[in-house]
């Protein structure tokens, strides 16, 4: 039995446009010969004239533009022609036109085919209007991702359980948010161990945390560790043009999910979609808010014992809608916060294993310098490391890359090109001692491990980098207080030495007053207004947006505390390096000869005074 031929494609619109436009003209053609354009012959006035006298001229047209005339007149032969001819002053041709028996007339057609007139007339355009109309729709389509069958389809990235090549080994750092998806995986491998007691699985898993610190990664480890295809969509594209277009991907998503059951949806940066809403959009007919109805009843209706899991990733969990945070929906939420000590060293380790390293790395060491650092920060500095190794000619990191790659990071390059005269780096090497020193003379304060003169990119002339020996989760109102000491100390130095002061303490002063702000508004560290919270903060996974939340009267008490506070740790500092004036111009000295200091080094001279 053969198979049947394959149908031919349909043709497209254009093909029977052209078609019926060539029948037509011959049509046009054949029928009305006569009819076609006529030809427009020019004689000489005195012919006219005579032509006029002789009756055969039947009707005149004067053409002002032009200074012509232009008249139809019997040939020879009969049949009836279109002349034309110059104007000459005469004023007795209208006398002789009358005489002949000539009409006069607004125009002369010189071409009177019906069908060519209906053709052109109004056929020609309606077919160029939906020519162009068809074009234009091809084009919208196309680039909007795809033609009018496509139109509204979600176009999710579909990966199969091969093509993530990640499982939870891949991910370090983040032992508590693993846990959490753990139960997830186990769920897809087991389900009938849940059902026989009744437990249900979860919709949906809400990832939150800053920016880089691996959401999206957990998220391909759980379809990896499942066995099951992975949906990966962003939320910015449900966001469309058109009204509705958002909720028709939406349904086409969760109808793609429903066909590969089991399998794991993934919504990144779901806040897109998903902010809360204030019912200020006509109505709350616009297209985000219709996108997010249909979320939410897509998740509603969904059927849990089928297997699919939704996870979403955001770091802007406080503008979501409740309705999408309910149990039923989003159950779960598991934070992906910045990794600890002992998760920076791990997550150094795992992208340390794609790249040829010395065996004499402490990675201890380049944890504690990275404290608040994210996973994405941790594999920049190994790639950076990496870099600088082959620039150098090694075929290996070694310590002191991972340690160069941790500056650049957090005070970029070294600017080579950038010449300080004697007198600045003079007043920057006082400067970056005078934060050391005071740092070292206080109790409760990281120690020091590097104080350097060299610019870099950042902008930064120098700067003196403290480390502690752990992660610290709380900070006294003693350790906040020496903080302020020590980010006053540079700019304490100046004003003891040469008497004056420079701009070179902006940033200290920028993070002194940020500090001293938190402690009496955040902190409860003020007497005056003992523990009341006087400021609210918001988007805490980027940056945090701090308000005050306080009368205009208080806002000023709280400016006129904060001014007290640094002063006093100004003053703090002052007195420590004079107690100190010796030690500070010896270590200026030896800071301006070697432009770099070790910590070890630092402590080393310290302890010999």
């Not at 939870?168 to 389900?191: R, S, T, Y």
């Not at 449900?238 to 028709?248: P, Q, R, S």
């Not at 207080?481 to 980010?487: F, G, I, M, R, V």
Request: proline residues 4%; charged residues 25%; negative net charge.
């Amino acid at each position: 039995m053969t198979d049947k031929a394959p149908k031919n494609p349909k043709k497209p619109l254009i093909f029977y446009y052209a078609i019926t436009l060539v029948i037509l003209m011959l049509l046009n053609a054949l029928l009305f010969p006569s009819l076609m354009q006529r030809q427009v012959t020019e004689v000489g006035y005195n012919e006219f004239l005579s032509m006029v006298d002789q009756g055969q001229v039947e009707t005149v047209v004067y053409e002002t533009d032009e200074q012509r005339i232009v008249f139809e007149a019997k040939k020879e032969d009969g049949k009836t022609a279109v002349f034309k001819t110059g104007m000459f002053p005469d004023d007795k041709l209208v006398e002789r036109l009358d005489k002949a028996g000539v009409q006069f007339a607004a125009q002369i057609p010189t071409q009177t085919s019906p069908i060519l007139s209906i053709l052109l007339s109004y056929i020609f355009p309606i077919v160029l209007i939906i020519v162009v109309g068809q074009w234009l729709s091809k084009k919208m389509m196309k680039s909007m991702g795809g033609n009018t069958m496509t139109f509204g389809k979600a176009n999710a990235k579909i990966y199969a359980e091969t093509e993530t090549g990640k499982t939870f080994a891949d991910v370090a750092g983040q032992d508590e948010a693993k846990e959490a998806l753990a139960e997830i995986v186990d769920f897809l491998h087991n389900p009938n161990k849940y059902a026989a007691i009744g437990a249900k699985l979860p919709k949906g898993a809400l990832l939150v945390g800053p920016p880089g610190t691996g959401k999206t990664l957990l998220a391909k480890a759980v379809a990896g560790e499942a066995h099951v295809p992975f949906f990966s969509i962003s939320g910015s594209e449900f966001v469309e043009m058109f009204v509705g277009m958002g909720a028709a991907k939406v349904r086409d998503l969760f109808k793609q999910a429903s066909e590969k059951a089991p399998c794991i949806v993934f919504i990144d940066e779901i806040d897109t979609i998903g902010k809360k809403r204030d019912g200020g959009g006509l109505g709350g007919n616009d297209e985000r808010e219709q996108t997010l109805n249909q979320l939410l009843t897509e998740m509603d209706g969904f059927d849990g014992t089928k297997g699919v899991v939704i996870l979403a990733a955001t770091n802007r969990p406080e503008s979501l809608d409740p309705a999408l945070l309910r149990p039923g929906r989003f159950d779960r939420r598991v934070p992906v916060e910045l990794p600890d000590l002992k998760g920076r060293e791990a997550i150094l380790r795992v992208h340390a294993k794609e790249v040829h390293m010395s065996g004499r790395i402490d990675y201890n060491a380049i944890a504690r310098a990275t404290s608040g650092a994210s996973g994405a920060d941790l594999a920049n500095i190994i790639n950076e490391a990496a870099l600088r190794a082959v620039r150098l000619g090694r075929s290996t990191v070694e310590q002191c890359d991972l340690e160069e790659s941790v500056e650049v990071v957090i005070a970029g390059y070294q600017r080579k090109n950038a010449v300080l005269s004697p007198r600045e780096k003079e007043i920057v090497a006082y400067h970056e001692i005078g934060h050391a020193l005071v740092a070292a003379k206080q109790s409760d304060s990281a120690p020091v491990t590097k104080i350097t003169i060299v610019p870099r990119t950042s902008g930064a002339l120098g700067y003196t980098m403290q480390v502690d020996e752990g992660d610290r989760y709380l900070m006294s109102k003693t350790e906040a207080e020496n903080k302020l000491a020590t980010l006053t100390g540079g700019r304490a130095a100046e004003e003891l030495i040469f008497g004056s002061v420079t701009t070179g303490a902006s940033n200290d002063i920028e993070q002194a007053t940020k500090l001293a702000r938190a402690m009496i508004t955040r902190f409860g560290m003020s007497r005056k207004f003992d523990m009341v919270a006087l400021e609210t903060v918001g988007n805490s996974y980027l940056g945090g947006d701090a308000s005050l939340a306080c009368s205009n009267e208080t806002a000023t008490l709280i400016d006129q505390e904060v001014i007290a506070t640094v002063k006093t740790a100004h003053e703090k500092a002052i007195g420590i390096l004079q107690n100190n004036m010796e030690v500070l111009h010896r270590f200026a000295a030896h800071l301006l000869e070697r432009e770099t200091i070790t910590g070890e080094e630092f402590m080393s001279l310290l302890n010999r005074t």
